[in-house]
C-alpha cells in the first residue's frame, strides 16, 4: 500500500480551479521535492493531505484512508507560516508536544535546540522569524512519524543554516518514512530529493526520480525547473 494516494484530486474556490485532476502516488522511504512557481497549488494540495481542506471532487487516501484524525497522528506539518504562540517560552511548547503527540521526542528536540543555539527559556516573542522557522522545524522533526510535509522550510534561514537544517532532515526521519518539501530554494535542496514533483496551473507537469531526470536532461533540477517555467 502506498503511503499517500490521489486520484482525480479537483479543488475549487469560488468557480477557480485550483487542482485538476491530480493522480499522484507518494511511496515510503523517500524524499520528494514539490515544485512550482507562487500560485500553482502546492499549498493547497499539502492542505488537502493535511485535511485542513477538503476536496472538491476525486480523493486522497493516507495508508490507504481518507485524511482525518488517524491521518493526523502519522502526519508532521510544517506550515509555511508560523503558528506559534508568542507569549509561551520555549521550554513551554516542548512541553506542549510532548504532551499532545504521543510519538514527539523530547531528547531529540533538545539535541536539535542545542545544536542550532535556541535558548530552552527563551520567550518566543523575543526570536528572530529566522529563530522562529528553526523552532517550528524541530519540533516537526522530533516527531516519529511516517510523513513528514515541508512547507517552505528553509525560508526565514541563513544560507550557512540550510546546509544544518537539510542535513537535520536527511538523519531525523524514520526508515520507511517519507518527506515531502515544498520550496523555492530547488539549488539548495535537491541533493536529498530522490524524487521530484513539478506542479504548474494546478496539474501535474512532470514527475520524475531526481537522477533519472538529471540524467536525461543533462542538467540540474534547478536548471531544468528554470527551463520549463520561464517567464
Known sequence: MELVECKNLCKTFDEKQILENINLTIPRGKIIGLLGKNGTGKTTLI????DLLT??????????????????????????????????????VITFFEEFYDNFN???AIKLLKDLNLELNQRISQMS??????LQLILVMSRDAELYIL?????????????????TILTNFNEGASVIISTHLIADIERILD????????????ASPADELRSKENASIDEIFRRCFKC
Open 129 to 134: 522569524k529566522g529563530m522562529q522557522e528553526k
Open 106 to 108: 523530547k531528547e531529540k
Open 47 to 50: 492542505k488537502l493531505l493535511n
Open 55 to 92: 476536496p472538491t471532487s476525486g480523493e486522497v487516501l493516507i495508508n490507504g484512508k481518507k485524511p482525518g484524525v488517524e491521518s493526523k497522528k502519522i502526519i508532521s506539518y510544517l506550515p509555511e507560516r508560523t503558528y506559534l504562540d508568542k507569549t509561551m517560552k520555549v521550554s513551554q
Open 151 to 167: 512547507d517552505e522550510p528553509l525560508g526565514g534561514v541563513d544560507p550557512a543554516t540550510r546546509d544544518y537544517i537539510l542535513d
Open 195 to 206: 524524487e521530484v514533483i513539478f506542479i504548474d496551473k494546478g496539474k501535474i507537469y512532470l
